[in-house]
């Protein structure tokens, strides 16, 4: 795959700093809860959407309490790795995990994302990521770490519609 069109804008995101060291995010997906916890929770379906789209390697994917998790993302050239552990697993539920990308080696943040079952077969995603120190969250915010994310939950989209 390429890498998506970047005029291509989620209206559906929204992204907040309710806290100097968090970053709030949540999202509703047209897909029922089942189906948007199996793209979080499957390899090949997370290969599929997990980099804005672009090919994806999973180098590790241990999806269980410690498990470890690395992703490499191939785009325009480039290589972008990410990966943590996961602390917590409740299924159909909530993921908790760490997130430390490469391009910011050692600042690590914790990542809980819960799934809520909005009733009539949609599902919203709510992330908050607890960073160490504010610098340390306004950095992530200024990677393009929202962009990244924004492109990632349009392919996610387009791979629930299929």
């Not at 980099?51 to 972008?80: C, M, P, Q, S, Y």
């Not at 430390?100 to 809520?116: L, N």
Request: charged share 30%; net charge negative; no cysteine.
């Amino acid at each position: 795959m390429t890498t998506p069109d970047p005029t291509v804008t989620d209206t559906t995101l929204t992204v907040t700093t309710p806290g100097d060291r968090v970053i709030h995010i949540e999202r509703i997906f047209d897909a029922p809860l089942d189906r948007v916890w199996a793209a979080h929770s499957e390899p090949d379906l997370l290969a599929r959407w997990w980099g804005r789209g672009n090919r994806l390697d999973i180098e590790k994917f241990e999806f269980e309490r410690g498990g470890h998790w690395r992703f490499v993302e191939h785009a325009d050239g480039e290589t972008h790795g990410f990966e943590g552990r996961f602390r917590e697993i409740t299924p159909k539920e909530r993921i908790v995990q760490t997130f430390e990308w490469d391009g910011m080696p050692g600042y690590v943040s914790i990542d809980t994302a819960t799934f809520v079952d909005l009733g009539d077969g949609r599902t919203k995603i709510v992330t908050e990521s607890l960073f160490h120190t504010t610098d340390e969250r306004d950095g992530m915010l200024q990677s393009g770490m929202e962009s990244g994310l924004s492109a990632s939950y349009v392919a996610l989209d387009r791979l629930l519609a299929a």
